[in-house]
């Protein structure tokens, strides 16, 4: 487990294309308790599950859980906050 949480500006395109699904899709989504991959749900296979825990760093190889990232929404309304979301 990280030491501190990673975090992760979902309207930031670096941090977008940076973490990707289990298969490497960057069309990824935060849900409720998830992730959700609309490439992986658009597979209609069994052997890919559009929900997931995990996303994977590109940059360092990392498998982050869920629980290990906070989610900024990075909008206007962020960053005339300073950043805090």
């Known amino acids: ?5 990673e975090e992760i500006r979902l309207a930031d395109r670096t ?3 940076r973490f990707v ?3 490497g899709h960057r069309s990824w989504e935060p849900t409720n308790n998830h992730f959700w991959c609309q490439k992986c749900a658009s597979n209609y296979s069994d ?3 559009p929900e997931f825990s995990v996303l994977l760093d590109k940059k ?3 498998r ?3 629980d290990d990232l906070v989610l900024r929404p990075g ?3 962020d960053a005339r906050n ?3 979301a």
């Open 64 to 66: 982050i859980e869920r």
């Open 82 to 84: 300073g950043g805090e």
């Open 47 to 49: 052997d890919v599950d």
């Open 21 to 23: 699904c289990p298969v």
């Open 75 to 77: 909008g206007s309304l």
């Open 15 to 17: 941090d977008r294309w």
């Open 1 to 5: 487990m990280p030491a501190s949480k």
């Open 60 to 62: 360092t190889g990392e």
